[in-house]
């Protein structure tokens, strides 16, 4: 007991937790990631909207759900590209943590789906690798948005900042 009724775990609790900083890539390789990573979306997108227009024949309905999914994957990384150019980020990163959230997930399902495609069966031990490296890319998005989370702002909404 302390002088004024606390016990010193409830100071510890109290006190703040000292933050590392992310390191920042370059803004020139930003820029360039930015633009390379852009083009490659547009040929993308413009593959995927070739399933909109010329729809398969034997699953016309599945080949325009399909383009139109991969259509908005595309526009999603194409604003990511446009954030990544511009130097836009959210609470200090080019994702929020929402977003690194469900990209986490992804990475689960992914090795999950492969149980049911017999992907494990046909690759082997690669199969097995790629499952564990998905497994910590899990890990390390979710860290990574509950370290930004904390970062952020008290009412829970995304901060913007752009350069």
Partial sequence: MLHDGRNLPQIM??????????????????????VVLALLTLLCGFA???????????????SIVIGL??????????????RLIT????????MAPNALRVLSFFCLAL??????????????LVAIF??????FGFLGLHALARKREGNGGSDGRTKRNCR
């Avoid at 790629?130 to 497994?135: I, K, L, R, W």
Wanted: hydrophobic content about 40%; overall charge negative.
């Fill in 13 to 34: 609790d109290e006190l703040p937790i000292p933050e590392t900083p992310e390191k920042e890539i370059p803004r020139w390789i930003q820029i360039l990631l930015g």
């Fill in 48 to 62: 995927s909207a070739e399933l909109l227009v010329f729809p398969n024949e034997k699953g016309p309905v599945l």
């Fill in 69 to 82: 999914i991969l259509l908005l994957g595309c526009l999603w990384t194409l604003e990511k590209c446009f």
């Fill in 87 to 94: 130097g836009c980020k959210n609470q200090g990163g080019l």
């Fill in 111 to 124: 090795p999950v789906a492969g149980l049911f495609t017999g992907y494990y069966r046909k690759m082997g």
């Fill in 130 to 135: 790629q499952a564990v490296m998905y497994f």
